[in-house]
């Protein structure tokens, strides 16, 4: 399953409701992962499994994304203020970019641990059917939560929610990735187990340079996604009086937008009819697109009928 742009994925929650669904999915994840995590490192540690206790680690990574997520989540929802005029929305780019570092870290350091077993082969020992027991478990239970929390980002449309939930389904595919090299280990294949810690820190380290990367792009400015800006265009060129417009340009912000656009109008109206047009405009893209904030500029302009007529 591929991660959907927010442009498709319907229009924008109330900010009640999605506070509330990021409460409610970010609390449940973390009691998911306190269990897990707990389970497989003890299971992990007592079965000689040392894909096991990088999975266990792995999920109390997901801990520590979570809270990153809680937080952002309660200070994104800030109304503007005198330091911040547009708001707080991009805490939640900020999480994003959060979620990414602890990802890429926790892949790198389970990488580096499995390299080190396999350089080493006669200390790898022979697991437990425990193990692999609780690896199965895991498995289940963490795509389970990533279906129920893309589930949920995506009726609210959060991007952060998006990435939190892409989180646990790296921990299902890790998860099944360790299944497997224990299931080797028990099947007198040692060397499977350290090898699928390798495998799940490289998947895991990607999937987090990806979200760093995408969420460094957004706070720096950059624009909408294609779709969005279309769909604003289209919004801008269907309001009365808008006889053309030039210059429109977007930023992210969170899972909000920031614009800007020069409007064409019939030079001939007076300054209070063409704002009440200016206005109009705002008020529509406003209604109708995740835009934060319009800023709008008047271009006096000559309506086509009369410059034919010239």
Same mark, same amino acid.
């Given at each position: 399953?591929?991660?959907?742009?927010?442009?498709?994925?319907?229009?924008?929650?109330?900010?009640?409701?999605?506070?509330?669904?990021?409460?409610?999915?970010?609390?449940?994840?973390?009691?998911?992962?306190?269990?897990?995590? %707990?389970?497989?490192?003890?299971?992990?540690?007592?079965?000689?499994?040392?894909?096991?206790?990088?999975?266990?680690?792995?999920?109390?990574?997901?801990?520590?994304?979570?809270?990153?997520?809680?937080?952002?989540?309660?200070?994104?929802?800030?109304?503007?203020?005198?330091?911040?005029?547009?708001?707080?929305?991009?805490?939640?780019?900020?999480? @994003?970019?959060?979620?990414?570092?602890?990802?890429?870290?926790?892949?790198?350091?389970?990488?580096?641990?499995?390299?080190?077993?396999?350089?080493?082969?006669?200390?790898?020992?022979?697991?437990?059917?425990?193990?692999?027991?609780?690896?199965?478990?895991?498995?289940?239970?963490?795509?389970?939560?990533?279906?129920?929390?893309?589930?949920?980002?995506?009726?609210?449309?959060? @991007?952060?929610?998006?990435?939190?939930?892409?989180?646990?389904?790296?921990?299902?595919?890790? @998860?099944?990735?360790?299944? %497997?090299?224990?299931?080797?280990?028990?099947?007198?294949?040692?060397?499977?187990?350290?090898?699928?810690?390798?495998?799940?820190?490289?998947?895991?380290?990607?999937?987090?340079?990806?979200?760093?990367?995408?969420?460094?792009?957004?706070?720096?400015?950059?624009?909408?996604?294609?779709?969005?800006?279309?769909?604003?265009?289209?919004?801008?060129?269907?309001?009365?009086?808008?006889?053309?417009?030039?210059?429109?340009?977007?930023?992210?912000?969170?899972?909000?937008?920031?614009?800007?656009?020069?409007?064409? %109008?019939?030079?001939?109206?007076?300054?209070?009819?063409?704002?009440?047009?200016?206005?109009?405009?705002?008020?529509?893209?406003?209604?109708?697109?995740?835009?934060?904030?319009?800023?709008?500029?008047?271009?006096?302009?000559?309506?086509?009928?009369?410059?034919?007529?010239?």
């Amino acid at each position: 399953m591929e991660i959907r742009d927010m442009a498709e994925l319907g229009s924008e929650a109330p900010s009640e409701e999605r506070d509330a669904a990021t409460r409610k999915s970010t609390w449940t994840s973390v009691a998911v992962n306190l269990c897990l995590s %707990i389970t497989q490192v003890i299971t992990g540690f007592f079965s000689s499994s040392q894909g096991l206790i990088a999975d266990g680690i792995h999920s109390l990574s997901d801990l520590v994304a979570d809270f990153v997520v809680l937080i952002a989540a309660h200070h994104s929802k800030k109304e503007a203020d005198e330091n911040h005029h547009y708001g707080h929305q991009r805490y939640e780019n900020g999480a @994003s970019l959060a979620l990414g570092a602890i990802l890429l870290a926790v892949g790198i350091g389970m990488a580096w641990s499995a390299a080190h077993k396999l350089e080493a082969p006669e200390t790898i020992a022979t697991v437990h059917m425990a193990a692999l027991w609780v690896a199965l478990v895991a498995l289940v239970a963490k795509e389970l939560l990533f279906r129920y929390m893309l589930a949920v980002a995506e009726r609210v449309r959060s @991007s952060m929610l998006v990435a939190n939930a892409w989180h646990a389904r790296s921990d299902a595919a890790s @998860s099944l990735v360790v299944a %497997i090299g224990i299931g080797g280990n028990l099947l007198g294949l040692p060397l499977l187990d350290p090898v699928a810690a390798l495998i799940v820190g490289i998947m895991v380290g990607k999937m987090g340079w990806g979200f760093f990367w995408d969420a460094l792009h957004d706070l720096m400015d950059r624009s909408a996604a294609e779709e969005q800006i279309k769909a604003i265009s289209e919004t801008i060129s269907n309001t009365p009086g808008v006889l053309g417009f030039h210059d429109l340009k977007t930023r992210k912000t969170g899972d909000m937008i920031l614009a800007d656009v020069h409007l064409e %109008i019939d030079g001939q109206l007076t300054v209070e009819q063409g704002h009440d047009i200016a206005l109009l405009v705002t008020t529509n893209v406003m209604s109708n697109h995740p835009v934060l904030h319009l800023m709008t500029h008047v271009d006096p302009a000559i309506p086509a009928d009369e410059n034919s007529n010239r």
